[in-house]
């Protein structure tokens, strides 16, 4: 087998339709070698039958990352399919509605918790869950979008990303030992399930169309993927904690 990720084994999360920037990055990795595990929440024959669309029909276990119980039971679940994982890709993210538009000053600490525990105590959650799996090291990859900045409607999801690249250097830091690398990919924006949840997410549409220097589609996953798959290969074996811009350019500029 030949590819960017030959031999590799890999765990991806996040895939609810084929818009799902997960569903690139299982596509792109099996194009360049990779076996893929899928992880999916909620409506699974979905997972499944989209499952199907990729090169090569990937298994689909279940995951909820917020049950301890799926949690503790998923390394045996993967082991069913492949004898261990050289990484594993988080792309889940979640808030309620109250989180999101502008509800930042009035979002009950229920719903941002809920937020918080989907989108960022997750990454660790994940990484733990996978950690049996992966004696030989490997590499967590996560997406976030860009956390440095207060951006319109974003609100809560805004600090729970916060959340996640900060825990993303953390798990950095207390796994790097073991040969394990986290890095996440600040994505622009793109038309997902998750995006589309978002009141006034067409701001963020109309702003990166208009400003980012190299362009931007918003319905293009795979330059998001491509980094991932980057992030995933042994052509970053010195390179943790780290986030890489996928985002046109727009992060670089002042307007
Ligand atoms: N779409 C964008 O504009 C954009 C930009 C930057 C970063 N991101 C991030 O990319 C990641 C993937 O999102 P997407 O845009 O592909 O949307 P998506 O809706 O396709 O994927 C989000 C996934 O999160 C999963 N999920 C939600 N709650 C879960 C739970 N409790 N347990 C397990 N999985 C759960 C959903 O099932 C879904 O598959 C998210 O972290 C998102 O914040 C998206």
Not at 209 to 234: F, V, Y
């Amino acid at each position: 087998m030949s590819g960017l990720l030959a031999g590799k084994r890999l765990l991806v999360t996040g895939v609810i339709t084929d818009a799902s920037i997960a569903f690139s990055v299982a596509k792109l990795a099996q194009e360049n070698g990779a076996q893929v595990v899928l992880s999916g929440y909620g409506r699974l024959s979905l997972v499944e039958r989209i499952a199907k669309r990729l090169p090569e029909p990937a298994p689909v276990i279940e995951l909820d990352v917020t049950s301890e119980e799926h949690l503790a039971g998923l390394a045996d679940k993967v082991r069913e399919h492949v004898d261990g994982l050289d990484g594993v890709v988080h792309s889940i993210g979640f808030a309620p509605q109250s989180c999101l538009g502008g509800g930042f000053l009035d979002a009950p600490w229920a719903d941002v918790a809920t937020a918080l525990q989907v989108s960022t105590y997750s990454y660790k959650s994940l990484a733990m869950a996978a950690l049996p799996l992966m004696s030989s090291g490997g590499a967590v990859v996560g997406l976030t979008f860009d956390a440095t900045k207060a951006w319109p409607v974003y609100d809560w999801m805004g600090v729970a990303k916060a959340g996640l690249e900060s825990a993303s250097r953390y798990l950095a830091l207390h796994l790097g030992k073991q040969g394990i690398r986290s890095n996440l990919v600040a994505a622009g924006p793109l038309r997902t399930i998750a995006a589309k949840s978002i009141p006034g997410f067409d701001q963020f549409e109309d702003a990166w169309t208009e400003r980012a220097p190299l362009g931007w589609s918003l319905t293009d996953q795979e330059p998001a993927a491509r980094a991932c798959l980057a992030l995933l290969s042994d052509w970053f074996p010195a390179t943790t904690g780290e986030i890489v811009h996928v985002d046109g350019g727009y992060h670089a500029i002042g307007a």
